[in-house]
Structures are given as structure tokens and as C-alpha cells.
């Protein structure tokens, strides 16, 4: 494409001008295309009409400078090439402008090119080289935010990968283009780097067009679990598990459909046994953590009776037990005093997985007792509001709510509702 000055327009003789517009159309352009009728071409081929200067600019599109040059027999011709427009007058420029607004093709490439300068206005302004005083910084964030420590350490982790890919520079095109392309490769592994990067940039760089230059990519959700245990699987390895803190852990697991950290961190202050409930709530530290709520979960009166009659002074004996080894250690006596499962998680979990590969011969995710519980739940038509409260998937605000307003009611309807689903993991099958 040939783009020329007013001036050097003017200086193309009619002669010349024919030629172009011969050529031009010998290439197959159309007449529509230059913006004029088959009728006035004719004329013009005729000599009835002159090549007009519009005309002119539009055939000139269709032209690269060597063949321009060539038609014109001016090897020395000036096109015009970017750099030059600040010799242009005002007019000069005005009759550019207006030979693009006039084009749609010319249009679209002119705003291709406008949209590519700012992206890069964009990144010279908002580029940031990270330092160490900055990832000291996004540690003190998530510490304010009261995420766990397992939490604490995954964005960490996330975000010192990202960093390192990037080269410890971010800006605007860098971050869309590096998520993206983490999205296409490993969905879940790019929400979790785009949130600890979210959270870099906005309460530790503070920087909103950085913050919403991408977008946290969401991994495709699995309609289908295999590792979700029926309620005969989940049974009989509860009934194979021969150690009591174990039995009573597995079981307990089940029954409320907590997260098995939320199990192994519950204090003994939250358990009620007249209700068959385990109550969060009562610590609003503990209940409102992050993303991750409990509230109020009920278990079956059977398993109430397990952990009254069996656990609780086994429980007992072995705090007294250990309470010297625990002092010697460095420990505290009365932080394991207030757990209600004193023990090594690990030991828990091998006693566990020993009772499945007795009972059931395969393994199976602690975790994924949270889905049996829900899908068990669901089966039994209870409605998703009361499995949400049981499992503290609402909102803190509006568990609030409830709790000042309504939670006498609810606590009765909750515990009917349970109770009618019939979930009881040690009762035996008649």
C-alpha cells in the first residue's frame, strides 16, 4: 500500500495517474472497490473524465512502492513512512486521516495497530520487577488473612513458580499470556497459580489494571467420582477398623462429612453430646476461616454412644498417659488436652487404610467421605440447604443471620432432618 502527502498527490501528471488506475484494475481490483461505478471508469478510460485525486489515493492501496515507483518512473518518489508525520502540516494530516476513516480495510488496520500501541503504553506503565521485600510482603497478607498454614504454603509455592517462569517480572501482557497459556496445559494447576498471583497484585503491588489484565481460569468440574465409597464399603471397613481413636475418627468423618483436617483440629469444647453435634461455631475463629466454614454438624446417636462409652475414656487415659512425654518434648499438655483427637494424624490414617485393605482390598481419599456424605445425603432427599450448613458451605454473614435470629428452630429442623436420613456408620445391617 502507497500512502502519499497532498502535495506529492498533486504532482502526478493525468498520464501517470491512467496507468496506475489501468494497472490496478488489471489485477482484478473493482470498481466498487475504489469506491466509484463501472460508468465513470469507462468515461475515464475515454478521456471523458480525469482521474481525480481521490480516486488516485484509492488505487494507490492497491500498489506496493516498488510497483508505484516503477508506473511512475520516479525512482526517488517519497513514500510516506511512519517517523514522517511530524513534518506534515495540519491539512496534511487531515486529508490522511480522512483517507482512512473512508476505508473499512484501512480502518481495522489502523485500530490492530492503535490497540498493540497501548498494550504496550499499558505494560510500560504498569511493569514490575519483584523483589524480596515484596514476597516477605504477600506472606504477611495471607497471614492477615487467616488462611491455614497448608494454605499459606500452596500460594506461596504457586506464586515462587509463576515468578520464576516469568522471570520475576510481571506486567499486564506477560501475566494474560502466561495464564492462558497454563490454563491449556494444566487447568487446575493455573486457578491455583492465578489466585496467589490475584492476590500479589492487588494487596501487595496494589495495582488494579495488573489485577484485571487476567482472569483465574475455573478446571472443568467432574460430574463422576470413582473414589466416592458406598455406604456397605464405608461400613465395613469402619467395622474392620480395630483401634478405638481410629474407628471413632473414620466414623465420625463420615457421619458429619467434614474435611479431615476440620476432624483432626476440632476441639473437645465443640463436642455435645446430648445433641450428637460438634459445633464449630462456638470458636469464631475456627468457623470462619478463609474459604474453609464449619458450623454446626450432627452425627448419629449410635456413634454418640461409641464416643461416650468408648472413646472418650480411652481418650482419657491416654492424655494422662502422654502428658509427661508431651511436657518433656516441648509440647504444650493443654493444647493436646483441648484436641478432641490427640493423635498422630499419620497413626489415624494407617490404621485406617489398614482396616481398607482388609476389608475392602483397594484404598480410597479420606477426603472422599465428603462426597459420600453428600451423595448419601442427596440420595436420602434432604435438600442441598442442610448438607451446605452441615458441610459450612454459606456464607459466614448469612450463617450470622441465622445463628442471632433463627438458630433454636434451626437446630431442631437440622437435627430432624438428619435423623430422618438414617446415616449410621456403626449400626449393624439387620
Given at each position: 500500500?502507497?500512502?502519499?502527502?497532498?502535495?506529492?498527490?498533486?504532482?502526478?501528471?493525468?498520464?501517470v495517474?491512467?496507468?496506475?488506475?489501468?494497472?490496478?484494475?488489471?489485477?482484478?481490483?473493482?470498481?466498487?472497490?475504489?469506491?466509484?461505478?463501472?460508468s465513470?471508469?469507462?468515461?475515464?478510460?475515454?478521456?471523458?473524465r480525469?482521474?481525480?485525486?481521490?480516486l488516485?489515493?484509492?488505487?494507490?492501496?492497491y500498489?506496493?512502492?516498488?510497483?508505484?515507483?516503477?508506473i511512475?518512473?520516479?525512482p526517488?518518489?517519497?513514500?510516506?513512512?511512519?517517523?514522517?508525520?511530524?513534518?506534515?502540516s495540519?491539512?496534511?494530516?487531515?486529508f490522511?486521516?480522512?483517507?482512512?476513516?473512508?476505508?473499512?480495510?484501512?480502518?481495522?488496520?489502523?485500530?490492530?495497530?492503535?490497540?498493540?500501541?497501548?498494550?504496550?503504553?499499558?505494560?510500560?506503565g504498569?511493569?514490575?520487577?519483584v523483589?524480596?521485600?515484596?514476597?516477605?510482603?504477600?506472606?504477611?497478607?495471607?497471614?492477615a488473612r487467616?488462611?491455614s498454614?497448608?494454605?499459606?504454603?500452596?500460594?506461596?509455592?504457586?506464586?515462587?513458580?509463576?515468578?520464576?517462569?516469568?522471570?520475576f517480572?510481571?506486567?499486564p501482557?506477560?501475566?494474560?499470556?502466561?495464564?492462558?497459556?497454563?490454563?491449556g496445559?494444566?487447568?487446575?494447576?493455573a486457578?491455583?497459580?492465578?489466585?496467589?498471583?490475584?492476590?500479589?497484585?492487588?494487596?501487595?503491588?496494589?495495582?488494579?489494571?495488573?489485577?484485571?489484565?487476567?482472569?483465574?481460569?475455573?478446571?472443568p468440574?467432574?460430574?463422576?467420582?470413582?473414589?466416592?465409597?458406598?455406604?456397605?464399603?464405608?461400613?465395613?471397613?469402619?467395622?474392620?477398623?480395630?483401634?478405638?481413636?481410629?474407628?471413632?475418627?473414620?466414623?465420625?468423618?463420615?457421619?458429619t462429612?467434614?474435611?479431615?483436617?476440620?476432624?483432626?483440629?476440632?476441639?473437645?469444647?465443640w463436642?455435645?453430646l446430648d445433641?450428637?453435634?460438634?459445633?464449630?461455631?462456638?470458636?469464631?475463629?475456627?468457623?470462619?476461616?478463609?474459604?474453609?466454614?464449619?458450623?454446626?454438624?450432627?452425627?448419629?446417636?449410635?456413634?454418640?454412644?461409641?464416643?461416650?462409652?468408648?472413646?472418650?475414656?480411652?481418650?482419657?487415659?491416654?492424655?494422662?498417659a502422654?502428658e509427661?512425654?508431651?511436657?518433656?518434648?516441648?509440647?504444650?499438655?493443654?493444647?493436646?488436652r483441648?484436641?478432641?483427637?490427640?493423635?498422630?494424624?499419620?497413626?489415624?490414617?494407617?490404621?485406617?487404610?489398614e482396616?481398607?485393605d482388609?476389608?475392602?482390598?483397594?484404598?480410597?481419599?479420606?477426603?472422599?467421605?465428603r462426597?459420600?456424605f453428600?451423595?448419601?445425603?442427596?440420595s436420602?432427599?434432604?435438600p442441598?440447604?442442610?448438607?451446605?450448613?452441615?458441610?459450612?458451605?454459606?456464607?459466614?454473614?448469612?450463617?450470622?443471620?441465622?445463628?442471632?435470629?433463627?438458630?433454636?428452630?434451626?437446630?431442631?429442623?437440622?437435627?430432624?432432618?438428619?435423623?430422618?436420613?438414617?446415616?449410621?456408620?456403626?449400626?449393624?445391617?439387620?
Amino acid at each position: 500500500m502507497v500512502v502519499l502527502t497532498p502535495a506529492e498527490v498533486a504532482r502526478i501528471g493525468q498520464e501517470v495517474r491512467l496507468k496506475i488506475l489501468e494497472y490496478v484494475l488489471a489485477k482484478g481490483v473493482r470498481p466498487r472497490d475504489l469506491g466509484v461505478t463501472s460508468s465513470l471508469i469507462a468515461k475515464v478510460k475515454h478521456g471523458y473524465r480525469s482521474v481525480s485525486d481521490a480516486l488516485l489515493v484509492a488505487a494507490l492501496r492497491y500498489l506496493s512502492p516498488d510497483e508505484f515507483r516503477a508506473i511512475a518512473g520516479e525512482p526517488e518518489a517519497v513514500v510516506l513512512r511512519p517517523g514522517a508525520l511530524g513534518r506534515l502540516s495540519q491539512a496534511e494530516k487531515a486529508f490522511i486521516a480522512k483517507v482512512v476513516v473512508q476505508d473499512p480495510e484501512l480502518r481495522s488496520l489502523i485500530r490492530s495497530y492503535l490497540k498493540d500501541a497501548e498494550q504496550e503504553d499499558l505494560d510500560e506503565g504498569h511493569t514490575y520487577t519483584v523483589t524480596k521485600r515484596q514476597l516477605e510482603e504477600f506472606v504477611r497478607v495471607l497471614k492477615a488473612r487467616r488462611v491455614s498454614d497448608a494454605t499459606l504454603k500452596d500460594r506461596v509455592r504457586y506464586l515462587t513458580a509463576a515468578l520464576t517462569d516469568l522471570n520475576f517480572t510481571l506486567s499486564p501482557s506477560r501475566l494474560r499470556d502466561y495464564v492462558a497459556d497454563l490454563a491449556g496445559r494444566s487447568p487446575d494447576r493455573a486457578a491455583h497459580v492465578a489466585k496467589a498471583l490475584k492476590i500479589f497484585a492487588k494487596h501487595v503491588l496494589r495495582d488494579r489494571v495488573l489485577y484485571d489484565s487476567f482472569t483465574t481460569p475455573r478446571p472443568p468440574e467432574r460430574l463422576w467420582r470413582d473414589d466416592v465409597p458406598t455406604l456397605e464399603e464405608v461400613k465395613a471397613v469402619a467395622k474392620a477398623v480395630e483401634w478405638v481413636p481410629a474407628k471413632a475418627y473414620f466414623a465420625l468423618l463420615a457421619e458429619t462429612g467434614l474435611r479431615p483436617g476440620e476432624v483432626l483440629n476440632a476441639k473437645l469444647g465443640w463436642l455435645q453430646l446430648d445433641e450428637a453435634m460438634l459445633v464449630p461455631a462456638k470458636d469464631a475463629g475456627a468457623a470462619v476461616r478463609g474459604s474453609k466454614r464449619s458450623y454446626v454438624a450432627m452425627f448419629s446417636w449410635r456413634l454418640r454412644d461409641f464416643l461416650r462409652d468408648e472413646y472418650l475414656p480411652r481418650r482419657l487415659r491416654d492424655v494422662r498417659a502422654s502428658e509427661s512425654r508431651t511436657a518433656n518434648l516441648g509440647r504444650d499438655p493443654a493444647v493436646v488436652r483441648a484436641k478432641l483427637f490427640p493423635y498422630r494424624p499419620s497413626r489415624l490414617r494407617a490404621a485406617v487404610y489398614e482396616a481398607m485393605d482388609k476389608a475392602l482390598g483397594r484404598r480410597f481419599p479420606l477426603y472422599s467421605l465428603r462426597h459420600f456424605f453428600t451423595t448419601y445425603m442427596t440420595s436420602r432427599g434432604v435438600p442441598p440447604l442442610y448438607i451446605n450448613v452441615w458441610q459450612g458451605r454459606i456464607p459466614p454473614r448469612e450463617f450470622k443471620v441465622m445463628q442471632q435470629h433463627y438458630m433454636g428452630v434451626w437446630l431442631e429442623d437440622l437435627r430432624r432432618k438428619y435423623d430422618s436420613a438414617g446415616l449410621c456408620i456403626l449400626c449393624e445391617d439387620r
